[in-house]
Antibody
Framework: EVQLVESGGGLVQPGGSLRLSCAAS????????MYWVRQGPGKGLVWLSH????????SDADSVKGRLTISRDNAKSTLYLQMNSLRVEDTAVYYC?????????????WGQGTTVTVSS | QSALTQPASVSESPGQSITISCTGS?????????VSWYQHHPGKAPKLIIY???DRPSGVSSRLSGSKSGNTASLTISGLQAEDEADYYC??????????FGTGTKVTVL
């Protein structure tokens, strides 16, 4: 079964750090670009970061540039999001998303999400 | 990059058709044919329903269709069913090599 399972969310104080992980299974992870997307409470979806299949190219939303870093380990079929200097407004459900194999700019398969709460 | 503009809500009776608009700019929707649509039932994972403006993934109902004109993309749902009640988001690739989502539309089946 094709699956993306996020982990690493939780409660963190403002200014703190977290590393989210996304374990992929059921498909050849190294062949796909990957994304992180979040949804704050009562808000819409927001794209955060993208990484290409071999990890050599990344892009980030201006709103998180310098604080959130996407990376991947193809040997472990795992995607990461390192989150530093966290703010209350970073509170959200964070989704790991697989890119579409043929369409280069489509977020195809979504994980169930992991919740991050930034609060003192 | 500002969010693409969608109507906050759309309501219609079962069996009817609705169209959700998604308005961007010449830097996103108008620049490429990389517009996608997602269906999101709260508490569940979002689901891709349209990509590359008008392509449907395998398994997605033919009642759903996408189109684009200039800087505005549209999602049409025909023969509205109770299961279509959800939040819908558009997204687009941009000339800044980033991605942007729409503000989201809540669809209510009356």
């Amino acid at each position: 079964e094709v699956q993306l399972v996020e982990s690493g969310g939780g409660l963190v104080q403002p200014g703190g750090s977290l590393r989210l992980s996304c374990a992929a299974s059921g498909f050849f992870f190294r062949n796909y670009g990957m994304y992180w997307v979040r949804q704050g409470p009562g808000k819409g979806l927001v794209w955060l970061s993208h990484i290409n299949s071999d990890g050599s190219i990344t892009s980030d939303a201006d709103s998180v540039k310098g604080r959130l870093t996407i990376s991947r380990d193809n040997a472990k079929s795992t995607l990461y999001l390192q989150m530093n200097s966290l703010r209350v407004e970073d509170t959200a459900v964070y989704y790991c998303v697989r890119g579409h194999f043929w369409s280069g700019h489509t977020m195809e398969l979504w994980g169930q999400g992991t919740t991050v709460t930034v609060s003192s | 990059q500002s969010a693409l503009t969608q109507p906050a809500s759309v309501s219609e009776s079962p069996g009817q058709s609705i169209t959700i608009s998604c308005t961007g700019s010449s830097s996103d929707i108008g620049a490429y044919n990389f517009v996608s649509w997602y269906q999101h039932h709260p508490g569940k994972a979002p689901k891709l329903i349209i990509y590359d403006v008008d392509d449907r993934p395998s398994g997605v109902s033919s009642r759903l269709s996408g189109s684009k004109s200039g800087n505005t993309a549209s999602l049409t749902i025909s023969g509205l069913q109770a299961e279509d009640e959800a939040d819908y988001y558009c997204s687009s690739y941009t000339t800044s090599t980033t991605y942007v989502f729409g503000t989201g539309t809540k669809v209510t089946v009356l």
